[in-house]
């Protein structure tokens, strides 16, 4: 996989600017954490949003969303959105204030 630098600046700015939220490469793509909590992530194509496993269904209710899995083991929680509704705005936007709202109350991990 590749970064898509383009679609990195579009998540950062659904995200917001929270002063705990930072980034790395990880995975191929780009990471955002808060707190050091992995909050969602970007790669070409697709991006990736924790959205946790109480908003996980209502999450994947949303066109162009699909359950996580890494290795073929499912992700509960973690969700991927690709395909051309990667462009929409208020899906990503919805996807990162349900992620937001789930990784904030995950306590903060050291550096």
Known sequence: MTRDPGLEAQLAEDFGHPGSLSG?????????????????????????FRVGRAAEADALTLPGTQPMSQGGRARPGFLWLSGPLLSDDGIRRRLAAMALAHVSTLPPKDA
């Open 24 to 48: 790395r490469a990880m995975f191929g793509g780009w990471c955002f954490l808060l707190n050091g909590n992995m909050l969602g992530a970007a790669r070409a194509g697709r991006a990736m």
